[in-house]
């Protein structure tokens, strides 16, 4: 019992840090479209406001500086996260005082910079902490987490301020004060283990007494035994991971992706969400234009479908490790985006069908999101995992921002039809690629 309260513990504050980094995410990628738009600006000028978040690019090439560099007496992690977290407190603060759009892109790009460098550091963090059993919930949490913020950032905090007439740059004060008590009750008391879980892939044997099988008193004396002799080796361990430096962490991730599972993975992973973010992108533009307010927009993407997309993140936690689901919630993602572009046929469509398709949407990314991460977290390796994890997201990463680039031109040139249509089949043909690779998703320990 003890146990399992001090895992749900971990497990909480680290989805306090994703929160964090989700606030910033929220508002540039789910509010701030919105209201440029309502200023004027054209769907080409709204495509490139991904390019704000391109300090997210960079990480995967400071992750191996972050992995092999930290201060012994704060930890290895949290050596990074509190003054991340602390320089992120001060740039929202600012951020509410500014009113130059230029000054608040600046400042726009410093968070970013902040919360992804501590995203590589937090992904350490959790696959630190993760066993074989909590896996899939510490991936749970971690979107979960972070889409709360996103939530929280793009749309309470917006539809808030609409109903009590403040401008918009108050919520940045507000996301402060969320960074601070995270950074209070999250962050500091936080306890790193002290030398990385068990391997996420090795297998676990339960029995219904929660002992393995054949472990009497006397086995169980000896691990006790065997733990105490080990953790004097912990040091040694992290002086290892130090001496090898950045090289040693870059070269186990060019080494596993010389197999072809992972590279099978890395295609799919850089694919997968291409159809759905670019209809995600100009979809709330699409809106806009079809004369919804900016309150409502942020009401029903913000609030309601993030719900949802939570929702179904919180159950792909207990699904991802059953390879064959992954196939089918990739062809189920497929659905919401054909009715999507089904609207643009439909201008009579009432709020409730729109509602209907958006909720249904973040169901099945939240979904099939967490099935996809928790395979990626389980191919990276436990010495490196931080720099290794952080190269695979940001191959995930890369692919959701050439689409959302792509977006803009597509709607801009050809309308929004053959945009979201376009998404549509992109959707399909990645996920004929999963179906063809199904039978080799199986986690590989590395």
Known sequence: MVRRQSELASLLRIGGMYFVQGLPVGFFSKQLPVQLRMQGYSLKQLGVLGFLGFPWFLKVFVAPYIDTHWSVRLGRR????????????????????????????????????????????????????????????VNSVQIVGFKAGVMVGGGLLATACDALGLPFQFSFHAMAACVFLVLLFCVLPYAEPTAPAAPASAPVQHTSHGVKEGEDSSTSEGKRKSKDKSSGSNHEHDREIKAGGVWSSIATIARSCRQPEVLAMLVFVATYKTGEVMGDTMFKPFLVD????????????????????????????????????????????????????????????????????????????????????????????????????????????????????????????????????????????????????????KHHPH
């Open 78 to 137: 949290k050596s990074w996260i509190i003054p991340l977290q602390a320089l992120l407190f001060v740039i929202m603060v600012l951020a509410g005082l500014v009113g130059s759009p230029l000054q608040l892109a600046l400042l726009i790009v410093a968070m970013n910079f902040c919360t992804a460098f501590q995203d590589v550091a937090v992904d350490g963090l959790a696959i630190d902490t993760a066993t074989p059993a909590t896996l899939g919930w």
């Open 290 to 441: 079809r004369g919804i307010g900016a309150a409502d927009i942020a009401l029903w993407s913000g609030v309601y479908a993030m719900c949802c997309s939570m929702a179904g993140s919180m159950l792909g936690g207990r699904i991802a490790d059953a390879s064959a689901w992954v196939a089918r919630v990739a062809l189920l993602n497929l659905v919401p985006q054909v009715l999507r572009a089904a609207l643009v046929l439909l201008p009579g469509a009432g709020p409730h069908v729109v509602v209907a398709v958006m909720c249904l949407e973040g169901f099945t990314g939240g979904l099939l999101t967490t099935c996809v991460f928790t395979w990626m977290m389980a191919n990276a390796s436990k010495d490196y995992s931080a720099s290794h994890f952080t190269f695979f997201a940001t191959v995930e990463a890369t692919g959701k921002f050439l689409a959302q680039a792509a977006s803009g031109l597509i709607a801009h040139h050809y309308g929004y039809g053959t945009m979201f249509a376009a998404g549509a089949l992109c959707t399909a043909a990645t996920t004929m690629l999963l179906f063809a690779k199904a039978p080799h998703h």
